[in-house]
T-cell receptor, first 114, second 115 residues
Framework: AQTVTQSQPEMSVQEAETVTLSCTYD???????LFWYKQPPSRQMILVIR??????QNATENRFSVNFQKAAKSFSLKISDSQLGDAAMYFC???????????FGAGTILRVKS | DAGVIQSPRHEVTEMGQEVTLRCKPI?????LFWYRQTMMRGLELLIY????????DSGMPEDRFSAKMPNASFSTLKIQPSEPRDSAVYFC?????????????FGQGTRLTVV
C-alpha cells in the first residue's frame, strides 16, 4: 500500500522569505501523480500544484514550485516570497494514475510572520 | 460551476441520533469521494463511487456508517446511531475519470459534533 509521510508538523517563515515543506512517499508503481493541497482556516481544500511522475521537469505555479526526486521518493514544496495568505495546513498527496484515490500525508502547519 | 457543494456546514447532534450529510458533486465528474478529517487520524478515505456505484467502502469505520449515491448529482453519508467519536470534519470530493485533468475538487466540509 502507498504511504505518504510529512515529517514536519509545523513550520514558520517570515513574510517575503522562502520556505520548503518536505514530503516523502512509498510506492512500487512507476507512474503516478503527486499533489500539494492547502487548507486555510476556512477549511476549504485547495489544490496548489500537481506533478506527474513521468515528467522529470519540476512543476511550478507562480510562487509555488516542487522539487521532485523520483529515485528518492521525495516531493518537497517551495513557497517563495511568502505572504500572510499562505498561512495554512499543507497536505502532500499521492494518487495512482487511474486509481483516483488520494492518499494524504499528516499535514504541515505553515505559519507566516509579519 | 459552483464546485462541490456540501450541506450542512455545521451539525451538532446528540449521541444516538441519526445524522445525514449531503453532497452535490461537480457536474460531469464520475468519481465521488467521502473523506473524514480528525486530529488523530488526519484525512481518511471512507468510501468512493464511480458512476454512482460504490467501488471501495473499506474505509467505512463500522456498520453505523452508510453512503448512497442515487444519481450523478447527489450523495449522502449517514451515521446511525451517532457517537461522540464520530465528531470530525467530513469532506466530499469529486473528479473525472481518466489520466488528464482528473484532480479531485473538495467541498467545504461538514463539521460534525456529537455531544
Amino acid at each position: 500500500a502507498q504511504t505518504v509521510t510529512q515529517s514536519q508538523p509545523e513550520m514558520s517563515v517570515q513574510e517575503a522569505e522562502t520556505v520548503t515543506l518536505s514530503c516523502t512517499y512509498d510506492t512500487s508503481e512507476s507512474d503516478y501523480y503527486l499533489f500539494w493541497y492547502k487548507q486555510p482556516p476556512s477549511r476549504q481544500m485547495i489544490l496548489v500544484i500537481r506533478q506527474e511522475a513521468y515528467k522529470q521537469q519540476n512543476a511550478t505555479e507562480n510562487r509555488f514550485s516542487v522539487n521532485f526526486q523520483k529515485a528518492a521518493k521525495s516531493f518537497s514544496l517551495k513557497i517563495s516570497d511568502s505572504q500572510l495568505g499562505d498561512a495554512a495546513m499543507y497536505f502532500c498527496a499521492y494518487r495512482r494514475v487511474y486509481g483516483n484515490k488520494l492518499v494524504f500525508g499528516a499535514g504541515t502547519i505553515l505559519r507566516v510572520k509579519s | 460551476d459552483a464546485g462541490v457543494i456540501q450541506s450542512p456546514r455545521h451539525e451538532v447532534t446528540e449521541m444516538g441520533q441519526e445524522v445525514t450529510l449531503r453532497c452535490k458533486p461537480i457536474s460531469g465528474h464520475d468519481y465521488l469521494f467521502w473523506y473524514r478529517q480528525t486530529m488523530m487520524r488526519g484525512l481518511e478515505l471512507l468510501i468512493y463511487f464511480n458512476n454512482n456505484v460504490p467501488i471501495d467502502d473499506s474505509g467505512m469505520p463500522e456498520d453505523r456508517f452508510s453512503a448512497k449515491m442515487p444519481n450523478a448529482s447527489f450523495s449522502t453519508l449517514k451515521i446511525q446511531p451517532s457517537e461522540p467519536r464520530d465528531s470530525a470534519v467530513y469532506f466530499c470530493a469529486s473528479s473525472r475519470v481518466g489520466r488528464w485533468n482528473t484532480e479531485a475538487f473538495f467541498g467545504q466540509g461538514t463539521r460534525l459534533t456529537v455531544v
